[in-house]
DNA sequence: AGCCAGGCTAAGA
DNA sequence: TCTTAGCATGGC
């Protein structure tokens, strides 16, 4: 057996609170595990790393960790997060969830990454999504060893462009398939920079996302929120419908997705997304405990 | 064992 | 322009 890469190790101080627990698990990444001795693996810029919080700090390992900048910016270790906290609109329901959870951060993640994983979230659970992109890393992605395992990156669009279609629907990803595939052929060809979308306009950003098949409304604000930053975008999934439904408003008929936006926009603000995604993660953190036995 | 899931597309009104 | 059936898959 080959002797593995060495690792390299990083500590970087955070202000404010981090709680990788809830950032990692909420649903805006998919691809972090809990290791046994509650640390969590994943990959940051397509590096894979392994971290954890020691003594108010972050600690992180791996055989080509990112820079300490990308780390920080891809746990949004800057003053946007208690910003977001400090000027959140005094709401109940999200005063609790920003009570409960207040080292919950927005991460900053791959554009890319982004566009491909939430056109396989629709219509899915967290648990298929996270292994249908793990099978889309083996079947597509460059393979690179951390420890003693071989860990495979996220596919480029190239390489899902030529993947084959057998093999693509092997993932498990379903009716899907086609849409992946032409992604994948839109951004190799140029069509679409996904790392144009973060300097863009929102509402420009979000007209050029919906003209690709498979994302639509929902699809692209996750893609806005979680991989371009822009912060006001509203993601509206059932979860979030519920919850508008039960805290907020019962309207006749089911609104809008533009309907909800303007009211996100009207009721939370400018970073009505960063507060989404509390809402989110609190409404389904509550909705399994509820579910639970007492 | 069904139900449901971070919805989208295309067809029909 | 607004509704709605159909869609693949598998975790729970």
């Known amino acids: 057996m080959p002797t593995p890469p060495p690792n390299r190790r990083l500590s970087i101080r955070v202000r404010g609170r981090l709680d990788l ?17 509650g640390r969590h693996r994943g990959f940051v810029a397509n590096r894979p790393v392994e971290v ?21 910016s891809y746990f949004r270790l800057d003053a946007t997060h208690d910003a977001f906290l400090r000027g959140a609109p005094p709401d109940p329901l999200l005063g609790n969830a920003l009570r409960t959870f207040p080292g919950l951060r927005l991460l900053r ?16 659970h967290e648990a298929k999504i996270r292994a249908t992109i793990e099978a889309l890393c083996r079947a597509a992605g460059r393979p690179i060893a951390f420890d003693r395992q071989t860990l495979y990156r996220f596919p480029s669009a190239a390489a899902l462009a030529a993947l084959r279609a057998a093999a693509l629907r092997g993932t498990g990803m379903g009716y899907r398939a086609p849409y992946v ?10 069509a679409l920079d996904p790392d144009g979308l973060a300097a863009a306009p929102y509402s420009d950003a979000f007209r050029r996302l919906l003209e690709l098949p498979g994302i639509g409304e929902k699809v692209a604000d996750c893609i806005l929120l979680y991989g371009c930053g822009h912060l006001e975008a509203f993601p509206t999934d059932v979860w979030v419908r519920r919850l508008v439904h039960e805290s907020y408003y019962r309207p006749r008929r089911r609104p809008s997705h533009e309907r909800l936006r303007a009211f996100a926009w009207r009721k939370f603000g400018p970073s009505a997304g960063y507060a989404q995604h509390y809402l989110f993660h609190y409404r389904r953190a509550r909705g399994r405990l509820a579910a639970s036995p007492a």
């Open 109 to 124: 993640q791959d554009p890319w990454e982004t566009m491909v994983s939430f056109v396989i979230s629709q219509n899915s």
């Open 52 to 72: 954890g919080m020691a003594d108010g700090r972050l600690e992180c390992r791996g055989p080509e960790p990112p820079s300490p900048a990308r780390l920080r």
């Open 21 to 37: 627990e809830a950032t990692l698990y909420s649903g805006q990444a998919f691809r972090w595990r809990r290791t046994p001795d």
């Open 181 to 190: 595939r032409g992604v994948a052929r839109r951004v190799r060809d140029g």
